[in-house]
């Protein structure tokens, strides 16, 4: 059963910039695209490289290793190596807090 998870102050995070959070057997990054919110797992399907310290350009996320993109809005993988699309967890922002929603 799926549970809603507060990870941040929503200004912790800002806009153009994302963040990783481990807990709870989780590590995702968090990315703030213009005021909007989107989790996804911090692993590479290619190589587990940490997102986080990638590059952000819009919803797009590039993979600081070999440069696999992926699409925050759907966890598609947009270039090579990577193969396998990115898991995407349900974000939003609700007042001040950014919460995620975890299975």
Do not use: W
């Amino acid at each position: 059963m799926a549970r809603e998870v507060r990870l941040a102050a929503a200004a912790q995070i800002a806009p153009g910039k994302m963040q990783r959070f481990d807990g709870d057997g989780y590590r995702l990054v968090i990315a703030n695209v213009d005021g909007r919110f989107h989790a996804a797992d911090d692993r590479c399907t290619h190589e587990e490289a940490s997102l986080a310290t990638g590059n952000l350009h819009g919803c797009l996320l590039k993979c600081p290793l070999h440069g696999s993109r992926f699409d925050l809005r759907d966890g598609r993988v947009l270039d090579d190596p990577a193969e396998e699309d990115l898991r995407i967890y349900p974000c939003r922002s609700d007042g001040d807090d950014v919460i995620v929603e975890l299975d």
